[in-house]
C-alpha cells in the first residue's frame, strides 16, 4: 500500500523512517544502524542500516549465485521487459509516497521531487525497459571462409554506489541498465539519502524481480563502498560522487580484480563504459 505525503511526514516526524538492507540471504545480517537526519532542520527523521565488509560479501556471493545460475539472467529479454514495466507502473502509484521520501531526505522541495525528479526517474526506467528486447549483435562482415559474431552479454556482478543529491534518479541511471540486459546488482546509496532506494527495490520485488538480481546494502561510503570496490567477486562499479572518492574506486580495481569503473566527480578523469554488458 502506498503512503500518502502526509503520512510520509508524519513518520518523519516521529522519527520512524527506515532504509535496511536487502540482502537475499538467511545469514543474519549487520543490526547496527545510523540516525538519518533531515537537513531541513537537522532533525532524526528515522534510521538506517550500518553495513559492514561481511554484508557485502553475503550480497555479492548471492549476487554472483544469481548471474551464474539464477532465474533473472536466463529470463528472455521479453520477459524482464514485462517486469521491467510492473515495476515502472508501481513508480506512478506510489510516485506521492516516493517524492516525500526523497523530499525529506535529502532536504528538497516536494515540488521538485514531484515535477523534476520522480518523472524522471521513472521515464529512465521506462526508457531501458524498451530497450530489452530491441538492442542485440550483430554478424560482422567477414570472407566468405568465416563468420564474425558481435555477441552482447552482461558483464555479470555491479556495484552502483549512489550520491545524496538526487537519490531516485540516480538509482535509476545505475540499476536500470545494468539490470535490464540480465547483470546482478548490489546498491549502495548514499547514508544520507537511503530511503528511495530501499522503497523503489521494495517495489521492484513486488514487481517481480528476484531478490538475489538486485540486493541493497546500506551504510557508509569507507565501509561498504569500499568494500564492492575491493571484492574480487564483482565485476562493476559504477561510482557518483567525489573526485577524491573516485581515484580511490580506481585504486580499489588495481589492488583487486582490475574490474571495470564508471566515474563521475567534479574534474574527475572519468570513462564511460557499456556496463549494460
Same mark, same amino acid.
Given at each position: 500500500? !502506498?503512503m500518502?505525503?502526509?503520512?510520509?511526514?508524519?513518520?518523519?516526524?516521529?522519527?520512524?523512517?527506515?532504509? $535496511?538492507?536487502?540482502?537475499?540471504?538467511?545469514?543474519?545480517? #549487520?543490526?547496527?544502524?545510523?540516525?538519518?537526519?533531515?537537513?531541513?532542520?537537522?532533525? @532524526?527523521?528515522? !534510521?538506517?542500516?550500518?553495513?559492514?565488509?561481511?554484508?557485502?560479501?553475503?550480497?555479492?556471493?548471492?549476487?554472483?549465485?544469481?548471474?551464474?545460475? $539464477?532465474?533473472?539472467?536466463?529470463? !528472455?529479454?521479453? %520477459?524482464?521487459?514485462?517486469?521491467?514495466?510492473?515495476?515502472?507502473?508501481?513508480?506512478?502509484?506510489?510516485?506521492? %509516497?516516493?517524492?516525500a +521520501?526523497? @523530499?525529506?531526505?535529502?532536504g /528538497?522541495?516536494?515540488?521538485?521531487? +514531484?515535477?523534476?525528479?520522480?518523472?524522471?526517474?521513472?521515464?529512465?526506467?521506462e526508457?531501458?525497459?524498451?530497450?530489452?528486447d530491441?538492442?542485440?549483435?550483430?554478424?560482422?562482415?567477414?570472407?566468405?571462409?568465416? +563468420?564474425?559474431?558481435?555477441?552482447?552479454?552482461?558483464?555479470?556482478?555491479?556495484?552502483?554506489?549512489?550520491?545524496?543529491?538526487?537519490?531516485?534518479?540516480?538509482?535509476?541511471?545505475?540499476?536500470?541498465?545494468?539490470?535490464?540486459?540480465?547483470?546482478?546488482?548490489?546498491v /549502495?546509496?548514499?547514508e =544520507?539519502? #537511503?530511503?528511495?532506494?530501499?522503497r523503489?527495490t521494495?517495489?521492484?520485488?513486488?514487481?517481480?524481480?528476484?531478490?538475489?538480481?538486485?540486493?541493497?546494502? @546500506? $551504510? +557508509? $561510503?569507507?565501509?561498504v563502498?569500499?568494500?564492492?570496490?575491493?571484492?574480487?567477486?564483482?565485476?562493476?562499479?559504477?561510482?557518483?560522487?567525489?573526485? %577524491?572518492?573516485?581515484?580511490?574506486?580506481?585504486?580499489?580495481?588495481?589492488?583487486?580484480? =582490475?574490474?571495470?569503473?564508471? =566515474?563521475?566527480?567534479?574534474? !574527475?578523469?572519468?570513462?564511460?563504459?557499456?556496463?549494460?554488458?
Amino acid at each position: 500500500m !502506498s503512503m500518502t505525503t502526509a503520512q510520509v511526514f508524519e513518520l518523519a516526524s516521529n522519527q520512524q523512517l527506515w532504509a $535496511g538492507h536487502l540482502i537475499d540471504t538467511t545469514v543474519p545480517v #549487520s543490526e547496527t544502524t545510523l540516525p538519518n537526519y533531515s537537513p531541513i532542520d537537522n532533525t @532524526c527523521i528515522g !534510521s538506517i542500516a550500518n553495513g559492514s565488509q561481511q554484508d557485502v560479501n553475503t550480497a555479492v556471493t548471492a549476487a554472483r549465485d544469481a548471474f551464474e545460475h $539464477g532465474e533473472w539472467r536466463r529470463m !528472455s529479454p521479453a %520477459e524482464r521487459k514485462a517486469i521491467m514495466q510492473r515495476w515502472c507502473q508501481l513508480m506512478h502509484d506510489h510516485m506521492d %509516497e516516493l517524492a516525500a +521520501l526523497d @523530499c525529506v531526505d535529502a532536504g /528538497k522541495p516536494i515540488t521538485e521531487c +514531484l515535477n523534476t525528479d520522480l518523472p524522471a526517474t521513472i521515464e529512465t526506467f521506462e526508457w531501458y525497459a524498451e530497450t530489452a528486447d530491441k538492442v542485440f549483435g550483430k554478424v560482422a562482415p567477414t570472407g566468405a571462409d568465416a +563468420l564474425g559474431l558481435v555477441v552482447q552479454e552482461p558483464i555479470g556482478v555491479v556495484g552502483a554506489v549512489l550520491p545524496w543529491n538526487f537519490p531516485a534518479q540516480m538509482y535509476a541511471w545505475k540499476v536500470a541498465p545494468a539490470l535490464i540486459t540480465g547483470n546482478s546488482v548490489i546498491v /549502495k546509496p548514499a547514508e =544520507l539519502t #537511503s530511503l528511495s532506494a530501499y522503497r523503489l527495490t521494495q517495489l521492484a520485488y513486488e514487481a517481480g524481480v528476484p531478490k538475489a538480481a538486485l540486493q541493497l546494502v @546500506c $551504510g +557508509l $561510503g569507507e565501509e561498504v563502498g569500499a568494500a564492492l570496490g575491493q571484492h574480487m567477486d564483482v565485476d562493476m562499479v559504477s561510482f557518483t560522487g567525489s573526485t %577524491e572518492v573516485g581515484r580511490l574506486f580506481l585504486q580499489y580495481s588495481a589492488q583487486s580484480n =582490475l574490474k571495470e569503473v564508471v =566515474l563521475e566527480g567534479r574534474r !574527475s578523469i572519468s570513462w564511460r563504459l557499456p556496463f549494460l554488458y
